[in-house]
């Protein structure tokens, strides 16, 4: 089993900045890759960052430039680092990890962005 938690959500100004954590406990082994999704309410749960065992990152067009994902070096941590923040921005972002197709979920952290 895998267990995945998130912290570092919270209220911030449109422009400001947050640093999301996740820590991975359990059957870590191996792992394919980690990620951030994050779901507005009444929308879908879309893709933010991915970084892969071999340091591939991946983005989605709407955060390029501001969001950054990072892991530290046991791979049992994963970060993102949210710049530039806007009121769009505001949601609940889930961290995932995978292995040989399956995944696992974080419970999520809500991100707002307001005035």
């Known amino acids: 089993q895998v267990q995945l938690v998130e912290s570092g959500g919270g209220l911030v100004q449109p422009g400001g900045s947050l640093r999301l954590s996740c820590a991975a406990s359990g059957n870590i082994f191996s792992m394919n890759g980690m990620g951030w999704y994050r779901q507005a309410p009444g929308k879908e749960r879309e893709l933010v960052a991915i970084?892969?065992?071999?340091?591939?990152?991946n983005y989605a067009d709407s955060v390029k430039g501001r969001f950054t994902i990072s892991r530290d070096n046991a791979k049992t941590t994963v970060y993102l680092q949210m710049n530039s923040l806007k009121p769009e921005d505001t949601a609940s972002y889930y961290c995932?990890?995978?292995?040989?197709?399956?995944?696992?979920w974080g419970k999520g952290a809500l991100v707002t962005v307001s005035s």
């Open positions: 970084i892969t065992s071999g340091g591939t990152t």
């Open positions: 995932n990890c995978w292995r040989n197709g399956v995944v696992y």
